[in-house]
């Protein structure tokens, strides 16, 4: 009489982990394959003709400079 419960219980723990081990590799699946992609959808900026980073060229003022929080 316990027999088909227990057939039956045991078929729906087969079912939950064969459909959360699907999950988790369909997971490491679009992972593994987007791996390093970042795609932006706005202009690039044009490259800098020097190739180095301009500093700003201040002359120095000679007195201390107040900063206001």
Request: proline residues 7%.
């Given at each position: 009489?316990?027999?088909?419960?227990?057939m039956f219980f045991l078929a729906v723990?087969?079912?939950?982990?064969?459909?959360?081990?699907?999950?988790?590799?369909?997971?490491?699946?679009?992972?593994?394959?987007?791996?390093?992609?970042?795609?932006?959808?706005?202009?690039?900026?044009?490259?800098?003709?020097?190739?180095?980073?301009?500093?700003?060229?201040?002359?120095y003022k000679g007195e201390?400079?107040?900063?206001?929080?």
């Open positions: 009489s316990e027999f088909p419960f227990a723990v087969a079912v939950v982990l064969v459909t959360l081990l699907s999950v988790v590799a369909l997971i490491i699946i679009y992972l593994y394959k987007n791996k390093g992609t970042y795609r932006i959808y706005e202009e690039q900026p044009e490259a800098d003709p020097e190739g180095s980073v301009q500093m700003e060229d201040l002359p201390k400079e107040e900063y206001f929080i």
